[in-house]
């Protein structure tokens, strides 16, 4: 009583495309699929951006002694 079947959810778009008349429903579905796109192509923007934190990060030297205190390599 309260769920549609496949031939009322029919029904109800054969009603809504001639309200609404098939240039504009396709103008509707056109803007959807810009927008679409328009969202893939921002989030494809937002993964090329580098971090630059991770550029300029330096590398860590080697230590100097081990866990024992013995000395590793020469200080400068």
């Given amino acids: 009583m ?11 778009g054969i009603v809504a ?6 240039g504009r ?3 509707m ?7 679409i796109k ?7 923007e937002e993964d090329d951006k580098v971090d630059p934190a991770r550029i300029d990060a330096k590398k860590v ?3 100097a002694f081990d866990r024992d205190g013995e000395k ?4 400068r």
């Fill in 2 to 12: 309260g769920s549609f079947s496949l031939v009322h959810w029919l029904v109800f």
């Fill in 17 to 22: 495309i001639l309200l609404l008349g098939g």
């Fill in 25 to 27: 429903f396709s103008n």
């Fill in 29 to 35: 579905m056109g803007d959807v699929a810009k927008g």
């Fill in 38 to 44: 328009q969202f893939k192509k921002g989030m494809a």
């Fill in 61 to 63: 030297p080697d230590p």
């Fill in 72 to 75: 590793l390599r020469e200080e």
